[in-house]
């Protein structure tokens, strides 16, 4: 069964500077999906970013980006230019690919708090 | 395009009770997913359904089920609610059932079991 671990249950940043989210996950399939997702006080789960595992090159989306690891199972996100906005809960997730569904697998999720 | 409705929004029982949640998607998504969260265990897979059918079950006890209507909106019940039971029920929908697909998510329903 895949597993996703997030280790930091909170991390806070100063506003405009850059913070990084780290996520672990085990599985021994060999092409998944991975995302992070965050989820304001408004409690709405929204996509931030999105990494295919057979994809060498990491995902970027604005002032997002993920540093991924294949080998060693490692899915960090990181925020540049921080605002007051991106406080919220992070998620991250995994999806299979080889099986029909869309079954998503999260982590315990981080908080992350920025400072004005 | 309206977004994923869940209602109702808060919902207050008491321990033996039943509930029904429900999901409406995105106009045109077929598949929806229905999660449970709480603060214990964070965020778990309940079901997933495509085009009426179940796809997927998440470890849940029988007590809870759901199903999916023609028009792709869906419940989901729970029968004999226990204080365990009380969490942010949240659902998503997508376009189809496989893996790519966005998976657009709800406000949720908080239940709280008294």
């Known amino acids: 069964a895949q597993t996703v671990t997030q280790s930091q249950p909170e991390m806070s940043v100063q506003e405009a500077e850059t913070v990084t989210l780290s996520c672990t996950y085990d599985?021994?399939?060999?092409?998944?999906?991975l995302f992070w997702y965050k989820q304001p006080p408004s409690r709405q789960m929204i996509l931030v970013i999105r990494q295919e595992a057979y994809k060498q090159q990491n995902a970027t989306e604005n002032r997002f980006s993920v540093n991924f690891q294949k080998a060693a199972k490692s899915f960090s996100l990181k925020i540049s230019d921080s605002q007051l906005g991106d406080a919220a809960m992070y998620f991250c997730?995994?999806?299979?690919?080889?099986?029909?569904?869309?079954?998503?697998?999260f982590g315990q999720g981080t908080t992350l708090q920025v400072k004005p | 395009k309206a977004g994923v409705t869940q209602t109702p929004r808060y919902l207050i029982k008491t321990r033996g009770q039943q509930v029904t949640l429900s999901c409406s998607p995105i106009?045109?998504?077929?598949?929806v997913s229905w999660y449970q969260q709480t603060p214990g265990q964070g965020l778990q897979f309940l079901f997933e359904y495509f085009s009426e059918t179940q796809r997927n079950k998440g470890n849940f006890p029988g007590r809870f089920s759901g199903r999916q209507f023609s028009n792709s909106r869906s419940e989901m019940n729970v029968s004999t609610l226990e204080l365990g039971d009380s969490a942010l029920y949240l659902c998503?929908?997508?376009?189809?059932?496989?893996?790519?697909?966005?998976?657009?998510f709800g406000p949720g329903t908080r239940l709280t079991v008294l």
């Open positions: 998503a929908s997508s376009l189809l059932a496989t893996t790519y697909n966005e998976q657009f």
């Open positions: 997730a995994y999806r299979s690919r080889d099986s029909n569904t869309g079954k998503l697998i």
């Open positions: 599985t021994s399939e060999s092409d998944y999906y």
């Open positions: 106009s045109g998504h077929r598949s």
